[in-house]
C-alpha cells in the first residue's frame, strides 16, 4: 500500500511539473494592471532575515520601499556571508521572490507586485545552510551547502513549495562549498558549482522533477563561483582565478552534451578584475556581465550565437568606488538596468545597459549599513 500511495504522489507531482504554472504576473496582466519596477536586496541577518524594497525609476534611480520579514534567520556575518549567487531568486515570471534563510534552514516565497510582496509560504530546505535557489516552471530546486551538501526538489504551485519525496541529490563531498545552481533553459539539467573541488557538476531533469545521478565536470579555469545560462543554452562560469594573481579573474563559457558533460566554447577569458564570483546575463541573451568584488569594476562580454565570448570596450565596462565590494549582480526584467550589490560601502550600484553593452554609471543609492552580512539581489 505504501509503494501505491508514493508512486501516486510522484504522478501528481509529475503532472504538476508538466503543466505550465498560473502566476500572480498572469492575473495581473489578465486584469489589465501594470506595477512599477523593483530591486530586492536581502539583509540576511541572523534576528530577523528581510528584504528591502527598492522602487525603479525610468532612469533606474532607486527609492528605499518597504521592508518585508521572510519569517526566517539568516546567517549573519559581515561581508559575503553566504558566498553564493541566487540566494534571492525571482522566478521566471518575476511574479514570485524566493529567499533563503540560511541560520534556519529554510526557504521563503513572496508574491510580487511592483514593490510590495506578500508572504505565501516558508518550508524546510531539506539540508543545512541553504545559500542558493532556482526555478523552472513548476519546479524548484535549493542548495544546502552545510554538512552534506545536497540539492533538494520541490514542486511549485501558486508559489507554494512541496517537497518531492526522494529528490535530494548530494554533491561530490561534504562541505563542498557549493556556490550556485542554474536551470538550463529547456529545464533538462540542473548545474551545481563546488568551490572546494572546482566541480561543475550536472544532473539531467527527469520527468517526475527528481535529478538523474551526478554528471561531474572539472573546471579547467580555477577558482569555480557562479554558473548562469544564456537564453541560447550556454553555461557561463565565473572564476575568481589563481590565488595570489592581481586581476586574474576569468569567465568561461561551456556547451552542455546530451549527457551532462561540458565542452569548452571560451575557457577562461580574462575579466581583468579581481574575485569575479558572479555573472548575470541579459535578457535577449547578448551580454554577460561579471562583477569583480576585488577591484570593485564591472566587466562584460559579447554572447556569440554559439556561446564564446568577446570582451566588450576593454572588458572592464563599469566601475564602482574603491572598497565599494560589489558582490553579486542583477539585470532587470526589461534590460536597461545593471544593479550590483556593493556591501563595503553599503550602496546599490546602479549603471545603464547600451545599445553596444557598455554601462553608463547612474549613480548609487544608499540605504543599508556597510559590511552587515547582507547577501542577495534580484531585479525585476
Known amino acids: 500500500m505504501d509503494r501505491i500511495i508514493h508512486n501516486l504522489m510522484i504522478g501528481t507531482l509529475a503532472i504538476g511539473l508538466l503543466s505550465p504554472i498560473h502566476t500572480t504576473a498572469q492575473e495581473q496582466g489578465q486584469n489589465g494592471r501594470e506595477s512599477a519596477p523593483a530591486v530586492f536586496i536581502m539583509t540576511n ?7 528591502i524594497a527598492f522602487q525603479r525609476a525610468a532612469d533606474g534611480t532607486l527609492q528605499q520601499g518597504g521592508r518585508f520579514a521572510t519569517g526566517g534567520r539568516g546567517s549573519g556575518g559581515n561581508t559575503d556571508p553566504l558566498e553564493s549567487q541566487g540566494s534571492l531568486t525571482l522566478s521566471q515570471d518575476h511574479s514570485l521572490l524566493f529567499a533563503v534563510n540560511a541560520g534556519s534552514g529554510e526557504v521563503s516565497v513572496f508574491r510580487v507586485e511592483g514593490s510590495e510582496l506578500e508572504l505565501v509560504d516558508k518550508v524546510s530546505s531539506g539540508g543545512s545552510e541553504p545559500n542558493a535557489v532556482a526555478q523552472h516552471g513548476g519546479l524548484v530546486y535549493v542548495l544546502n551547502t552545510g554538512g552534506s551538501s545536497d540539492v533538494v526538489g520541490f514542486a511549485l504551485d501558486h508559489g507554494r513549495l512541496t517537497e518531492i519525496p526522494q529528490s535530494t541529490r548530494f554533491l561530490t563531498t561534504n562541505n563542498s562549498e557549493a556556490a550556485s545552481l ?26 517526475d522533477g527528481r535529478l538523474a545521478p551526478i554528471v561531474v565536470n572539472t573546471n579547467g579555469g580555477p577558482g569555480s563561483f557562479s554558473v548562469s545560462f544564456a537564453p541560447n543554452g550556454t553555461a557561463l562560469v565565473s572564476e575568481t582565478g589563481p590565488a595570489g594573481a592581481a586581476n586574474g579573474s576569468a569567465i568561461s563559457s561551456y556547451a552542455v552534451q546530451s549527457g551532462g558533460t561540458l565542452s569548452p566554447i571560451s575557457a577562461s577569458v580574462p575579466t581583468f578584475g579581481a574575485a569575479n564570483c558572479w555573472n548575470a546575463v541579459t535578457p535577449d541573451g547578448r551580454f554577460v556581465y561579471v562583477s569583480n568584488a576585488g577591484s570593485a569594476t ?37 534590460g536597461k538596468f545593471l544593479f550590483t550589490l556593493n556591501t563595503g560601502n553599503g550602496t546599490i550600484g546602479i549603471f545603464a545597459i547600451q545599445k553596444d553593452g557598455t554601462l553608463q554609471n547612474v549613480g548609487p543609492a544608499n540605504g543599508f549599513a556597510a559590511q552587515a552580512g547582507f547577501n542577495g539581489i534580484a531585479a525585476n
Open 45 to 51: 541577518s541572523v534576528d530577523k532575515n528581510e528584504v
Open 182 to 207: 542554474a536551470f538550463s533553459p529547456d529545464g533538462r539539467f540542473l548545474a551545481v558549482t563546488e568551490r572546494a573541488t572546482n566541480n561543475i557538476d550536472v544532473f539531467a531533469v527527469q520527468p
Open 298 to 334: 564591472i566587466s562584460g562580454f559579447a554572447i556569440g550565437s554559439n556561446g564564446a565570448l568577446s570582451p566588450i570596450a576593454g572588458t572592464v565596462v563599469g566601475t564602482n568606488p574603491t572598497g565599494a565590494t560589489n558582490l553579486d549582480i542583477a539585470i532587470s526584467a526589461d
